[in-house]
């Protein structure tokens, strides 16, 4: 009985003449990598794509504001779009600058001093590019939120 056993495991590592287990391995890693390179070549035509389109939609837009039409905004601009929007982007920044807030206050206590490690610079950049984000999202929004009247002469 084990002398059957072990005729079954050498009948199945048995190689085909001719190939071995690296040219098996090298087909299967050509075969991952071109996989790998025809999905980024796909997300490159997506991104394409994509741009093309907002450069059209700038354009367009940058058309209708060089012609001068003052009519009331529809479509985007209308209040049951604006303001949700407006609020979703108002507590998206407060809340990323109370998160980064809320993990510099926790780094700096004394109880976790002993297990820091000295932040990166692109750690450091990175929390800077996000407070400066929310800070401009803040700006942006107090901008609408006073010149919206002004514009639209809204009563």
């Known amino acids: 009985m084990p002398e059957k056993i072990a005729s079954e495991e050498n009948l199945a590592h048995k190689e085909v003449p001719g190939e071995s287990t690296d040219s098996h391995l090298s087909r ?3 075969l991952g990598w071109s996989g790998i390179l ?3 070549l796909q997300s490159a035509c997506t991104a394409v794509i994509a741009i093309s389109g907002i450069r059209v939609a700038i354009g367009l837009g940058a058309l209708a504001a060089a012609a001068g039409i003052h009519a009331p905004a529809k479509g985007f601009h209308q209040d049951a779009i604006r303001i949700p929007m407006m609020l979703l982007a108002l507590f998206g920044s407060l809340i ?3 998160v980064i807030w809320k993990i510099r206050t926790l780094r700096s206590k004394p109880a976790s001093q002993w297990r820091q490690q000295p932040l990166t610079p692109s750690k450091t950049n990175s929390e800077r590019l996000q407070i400066a984000l929310s800070l401009l999202t803040l700006i942006l929004l107090t901008a609408e939120w006073i ?3 002004m514009i639209h002469r809204v009563r």
């Open 28 to 30: 299967l890693k050509l």
């Open 38 to 40: 025809f999905a980024i």
């Open 96 to 98: 990323n600058l109370l």
């Open 147 to 149: 010149t919206h009247p």
